[in-house]
């Protein structure tokens, strides 16, 4: 493998879902990132990015925690976040939330210049390629903010391709939400549940071995719903297959 040069000092924003609920996508995040040539730090005290507040309306709270944020994560050649919901707050609506502000709007601006969902990180800036195996097949779920904010569609398509042994199957309606929306399937659970049940009849009819997405929440929901409807199909992160970590308990089994 050819390793880029030169090699810059990247913050790992690593998502307060993935601290919590899955940490073996922070370090599946950690081991592409050095494998791409760069040096990672992951910054001491980071929380939240302040979506949940942020959707919620909680403006003043989201402002708040956007300055701690953006103060954590100045100094570094770039920010990777392994979430397209949570490098879209920071690199969309921060700036957004300082729009009148002068002395913020600077600051806000250069970190978002600088953030990056990891696979549109890794296959766009540093033109990276795994050489990891694993034999299966997967499908792949495109989640919103990654796809609409982000433009994040073909560069995880093209990182998988460069897993040797794995199989691309296709996901009717994969650009469609999967009725997670972060507090939205808390405040409309009805509806969430309708859009999931028609999500998880898709995956299932594709026949792959395993769910791939670029967000946890929409993974933890979509696996959810497959679990309970009994199905055998397993997901993952897709930066977990990316870096050869596909082969463990997938998200909702037992370790």
């Not at 969309?92 to 990891?118: M, N, S």
């Not at 055998?232 to 992160?237: D, K, L, P």
Request: glycine letters at 10%; aromatic letters at 6%; one cysteine or more.
């Amino acid at each position: 493998m050819t390793t880029p040069a030169p090699s810059p000092r990247v913050a790992l924003f690593v998502t307060c879902l993935v601290d919590l609920i899955r940490p073996q996508i922070g370090f599946a995040a950690l081991r592409t990132l050095e494998a791409a040539g760069c040096t990672v730090v992951v910054p001491s005290g980071q929380t939240c990015c302040g979506q949940p507040a942020l959707n919620s309306g909680a403006r003043d709270e989201a402002v708040a925690i956007a300055k701690r944020t953006i103060a954590l994560l100045e100094g570094h050649d770039a920010v990777v976040v392994p979430s397209g919901s949570c490098a879209a707050t920071i690199r969309v609506h921060y700036p957004e939330l300082f729009e009148h502000d002068a002395a913020w709007l600077p600051r806000a601006e250069a970190v978002a210049a600088k953030t990056y969902e990891i696979m549109a990180y890794l296959d766009e800036v540093r033109g990276w390629r795994p050489d990891t195996t694993l034999a299966a097949t997967a499908t792949y779920h495109d989640s919103c903010s990654g796809l609409r904010e982000l433009g994040v569609k073909a560069q995880p398509r093209r990182l998988l391709r460069g897993v040797e042994g794995l199989t691309l199957k296709p996901l009717k309606g994969e650009e469609t939400c999967c009725g997670f929306g972060g507090t939205f399937c808390a405040k409309y659970p009805a509806i969430s549940n309708a859009i999931v049940t028609e999500k998880a009849d898709a995956i299932d009819a594709s026949a792959a071995d395993l769910l791939l997405a670029g967000d946890l929440g929409c993974l933890m929901n979509m696996a959810g719903k497959l679990h309970r409807e009994g199905s055998g199909v397993r997901a993952f992160h897709a930066i977990e297959v990316i870096a050869g970590m596909g082969d463990g308990p997938a998200i909702g089994e037992d370790a």
